[in-house]
């Protein structure tokens, strides 16, 4: 049972750092891109 609880952590751990990072950069919420400067939108590849 324990060794079901780690390989569950592990799997849960890649995902959290491949998959939240990547729907983040295409679902990039309204609220991190009004934050930026008029400037900083340009290196976001889209206005």
Do not use: C, H, K
């Amino acid at each position: 049972m324990a060794q079901l609880l780690v390989v569950l952590m592990i799997i849960n751990t890649l995902g959290a750092i491949t998959i939240v990072p990547a729907l983040y950069s295409i679902f990039r919420p309204r609220v991190a891109t009004s934050l930026l400067r008029e400037g900083d939108r340009g290196a976001l590849g889209r206005r």
